[in-house]
């Protein structure tokens, strides 16, 4: 499979790589599918989520008798409350959950997952998580 990434900025584009693909491609029929790129979770991000969010959650579940051990398993306990979306199968109506990978989230849906994560350690927890902070190792 071939990936060509073409950008439209101000209205403009050019399609010489598309173009370059199938004066080089041999004959044949093709399917060109077309999906807008979005920017994926940063490394801060992330970093932010393993290294401080899921940390504190880990303390604060065993603190309220939980027997998690890693924040591996804190990861995926959270994914199955709100990293999930619906799957509906159309010949009965059926509906089930599916997990989604926190890698293929887009920052805005990271973001929005980090912010539940929040919600969640201060409501049932008691615990403030910090805002995202490069430095926020340095003031532990």
């Given at each position: 499979?071939?990936?060509?990434?073409?950008?439209?900025?101000?209205?403009?584009?050019?399609?010489?790589?598309?173009?370059?693909?199938?004066?080089?491609?041999?004959?044949?029929?093709?399917?060109?599918?077309?999906?807008?790129?979005?920017?994926?979770?940063?490394?801060?991000q992330?970093?932010?989520?393993?290294?401080?969010?899921?940390?504190?959650?880990?303390?604060?579940?065993?603190?309220?008798?939980?027997?998690?051990v890693?924040?591996?398993?804190?990861?995926?306990?959270f994914?199955?409350?709100?990293?999930?979306?619906?799957?509906?199968?159309?010949?009965?109506?059926?509906?089930?959950?599916?997990?989604?990978?926190?890698?293929?989230?887009?920052?805005?849906?990271?973001?929005?997952?980090?912010?539940?994560?929040?919600?969640?350690?201060?409501e049932?927890?008691?615990?403030?998580?910090?805002?995202?902070?490069?430095?926020?190792?340095?003031?532990?």
């Amino acid at each position: 499979m071939n990936t060509t990434i073409i950008t439209k900025e101000k209205g403009s584009y050019s399609l010489e790589a598309l173009q370059g693909f199938f004066d080089n491609a041999p004959d044949g029929t093709y399917r060109i599918e077309v999906h807008k790129v979005r920017d994926g979770r940063t490394l801060d991000q992330n970093a932010w989520l393993w290294g401080c969010i899921y940390p504190l959650l880990l303390q604060g579940l065993q603190n309220e008798g939980w027997e998690f051990v890693t924040t591996d398993e804190v990861h995926d306990f959270f994914k199955e409350l709100f990293a999930k979306r619906q799957c509906i199968n159309k010949h009965t109506g059926e509906v089930v959950e599916i997990g989604e990978s926190t890698a293929a989230m887009t920052t805005l849906e990271f973001s929005e997952y980090c912010e539940m994560l929040r919600a969640y350690a201060d409501e049932y927890l008691g615990i403030d998580i910090p805002d995202p902070d490069k430095d926020w190792r340095a003031r532990q």
